[in-house]
């Protein structure tokens, strides 16, 4: 199965955007790029997920490298309320497009 | 809407005992999942559910049996309770899958 490479920890100030990368080099075509946070002691919230194109909703924007290898999740302002885990997924077709977590990347931020 | 509720929120348990975790949403969602998740790691999927009646084996089902008799409902058991099922326990619900999934605030259990 398609993996995902994440950095451990990332750290943003207050009110600056906040890019976080995501390396899938090995993505199928029919694989979608799923991203979802864990906020402390608290169950994963859904963020945004993509397919080919760049998309935008009201917590995030997804862009997705051309060749699909890499994506990232862009928050445009941070709060301090966006600090978590964030997961970068893959569903692929193979498993029926169940989630598999890794570790995520731990986003501090900053007052 | 409540969205997904897990009960109990804690529990401590001795080893051998027995136990369920009882997942609902309410909304109206057919697809159902328990996960758990150990300190520092993701999340993994222990069972899961397509629909009404049905169950299916997730990465690490071994210990669980689960069951979805109604489709709101989706129950996680513990047969004889080990100390390496302490864990925080997450149920999930989603449409479909590929789906956004929608998880409840979870459980921790404890087992001694």
């Known amino acids: 199965d398609a993996k995902t490479t994440q950095p451990n920890s990332m750290e943003s100030n207050e009110e600056e955007p906040v890019h976080l990368p995501c390396n899938h080099s090995?993505?199928?075509?029919?694989?979608?790029i799923h991203w979802y946070r864990q906020l402390p002691s608290q169950g994963p919230e859904y963020v945004i997920h993509?397919?080919?194109s760049n998309v935008n909703n009201r917590m995030a924007s997804l862009a997705i490298a051309e060749d699909r290898k890499s994506s990232t999740l862009i928050l445009h302002r941070a709060t301090l309320r966006d600090a978590a885990v964030y997961y970068c997924?893959?569903?692929?077709?193979?498993?029926?497009?169940?989630?598999?977590f890794g570790k995520g990347t731990l986003l501090t931020v900053n007052p | 809407n409540a969205g997904v509720t897990q009960t109990p929120k804690f529990r401590v348990l001795k080893t051998g005992q027995s136990m369920t975790l009882l997942c609902a949403q309410d909304?109206?969602?057919?697809?159902m999942y328990w996960y758990r998740q150990d300190p520092g790691m993701g999340l993994r999927l222990i069972h899961y559910?397509?629909?009404?009646?049905?169950?299916a084996k997730g990465e690490v089902p071994d210990g669980y049996n689960v069951s979805r008799l109604k489709k709101q409902n989706f129950l996680l058991g513990l047969e004889s309770a080990a100390p390496s099922q302490t864990s925080v326990y997450f149920c999930?619900?989603?449409?479909?899958?590929?789906?956004?999934?929608?998880f409840g605030p979870g459980t921790r259990l404890t087992v001694t």
């Open positions: 999930a619900s989603s449409y479909a899958f590929n789906y956004e999934q929608y």
């Open positions: 090995t993505i199928s075509g029919t694989d979608y």
């Open positions: 993509g397919l080919t």
């Open positions: 997924i893959l569903t692929t077709l193979r498993s029926n497009y169940k989630l598999t």
């Open positions: 909304m109206n969602h057919e697809y």
């Open positions: 559910s397509v629909g009404e009646g049905t169950t």
